[in-house]
């Protein structure tokens, strides 16, 4: 018996990428257009098999209305007769981010870098009005080139917390906020929660509520305060508890604020803060974290110098070096004199001389040197004109 399909709809299946309880991911390849990508299968049947294929059609629909690069892209939703619904999608090649936190192989910088990253993928979301509902480390993809991928949004947005009739809680209760344990709404608040939730884990290597089972763990995030591990300063820690808050009143209003808090708390070393904070500040995505703001052209003060002035940006940071919101941001701005080349390659064109300083003639008339001129000639050669008429009188015959 082969270990795997050979095809899965129209895809090419190559190998397994992983298995569990409910599926299988293989990794295909697509015949007609000629690249890979992995697809994922449900085996269910019944009411669960159609939950499934709903599932996928969802997380297919809200992939494209992102359209990020921080979300993994869906390419295709199916089902297959003998194996179940299938998710075809984007291959990511790498490995979850689960996986790297159960190895403590990232360093403290990478893995702010992947919160700025992930963050920008649930701020897309949210402002689709789409609510992930299932925020954790192993929905999160890490590509080798370290390019961050949201995935699994088949439970977005409408769906409650609820349990299966295999009693299996529907999403991750220990990234779930108190609210969806008590029965409420999903909202981007509890959104927010689960990426606490994560960025702790991520950072410290352990949950901030611990238990041996699901009920130990649901029980803890209910009634009792997070567990930081020793050694953490007292400022991370009331970051994590403000974040993780009982209340949705009491946590962070955006994702942004949680982070800039983050990052201008957790130690490391000046050149690594910088380079964390120029990622926090600028991004790929149109829409994300600092837009690009175009100045309007000013005229030149006397406070230019040389053929032009450049005014760097300062976009993302404040006088004490923590990030800042784009409403704070200049775009570059490059200004040239009249009459330079706008072309670096290009020479200059050469300055116009200088006028000679001299009473400037009106347009219509004649100016008042000219007409002191004429009256001075006139005044010296009228007696002698007259002079020379009076002796041609005398000389020339009359008549």
């Known amino acids: 018996m082969a270990e795997h399909p050979r095809n899965i709809g129209r895809y090419q299946v190559q190998r397994l990428l992983g298995q569990g309880a409910m599926g299988s991911v293989y990794l295909a390849e697509d015949p007609m257009l000629k690249r890979r990508l992995a697809i994922k299968v449900v085996r269910a049947i019944g009411e669960e098999r159609d939950l499934a294929l709903d599932r996928f059609k969802r997380e297919a629909e809200i992939s494209a209305q992102l359209n990020h690069p921080n979300v993994v892209t869906i390419y295709d939703v199916g089902e297959e007769e003998n194996l179940g619904p299938f998710l075809a999608m984007e291959y990511v090649e790498g490995q979850s981010l689960g996986k790297y936190i159960r190895e403590g192989t990232l360093e403290p910088e990478t893995r702010l870098g992947v919160l700025i990253q992930a963050m920008r993928a649930l701020r897309a979301a949210h402002r689709h009005a789409i609510i992930h509902r299932d925020i954790k480390p192993d929905n999160i993809l890490v590509s080798e080139d370290g390019r961050i991928k949201l995935m699994d949004f088949g439970i977005a947005k409408t769906m409650a917390p ?125 829409g994300d974290i600092v837009p690009l703001r175009r100045s309007r052209p000013r005229p030149s003060t006397a406070q230019d110098t040389g053929s032009g002035m450049v005014q760097r940006s300062t976009a993302g940071r404040s006088n004490s070096g923590r990030p800042v919101m784009a409403s704070t941001t200049a775009a570059v701005r490059i200004e040239l004199e009249s009459g330079q080349s706008t072309n670096a390659g290009q020479r200059p064109m050469p300055a116009r001389s200088a006028a000679p300083a001299s009473n400037p003639a009106t347009e219509d008339g004649i100016s008042p040197k000219t007409l002191l001129k004429w009256i001075l000639i006139v005044l010296v050669f009228g007696p002698l004109v007259m002079w020379l008429l009076d002796i041609l009188r005398t000389y020339i015959p009359q008549g």
């Open 162 to 286: 609820r349990l299966t009739s295999q009693g299996e809680f529907l999403g991750s209760p220990a990234y779930s906020a108190p609210e969806l344990l008590r029965g409420a709404d999903p909202t981007p608040s509890s959104d927010r929660y689960a990426f606490g939730v994560t960025a702790f884990e991520l950072m410290t290597g352990q949950l901030p509520h611990p238990g041996n089972n699901v009920a130990a763990v649901i029980t803890h995030v209910l009634h009792e305060a997070i567990v930081t591990p020793q050694g953490m300063s007292g400022d991370l820690g009331n970051i994590f508890r403000k974040a993780l808050a009982t209340d949705p009143e009491d946590r962070y209003e955006t994702l942004i604020e949680f982070l800039t808090a983050l990052i201008d708390a957790y130690p490391l070393d000046s050149a690594a803060k910088g380079r964390v904070e120029d990622l926090f500040c600028h991004d790929d995505h149109s």
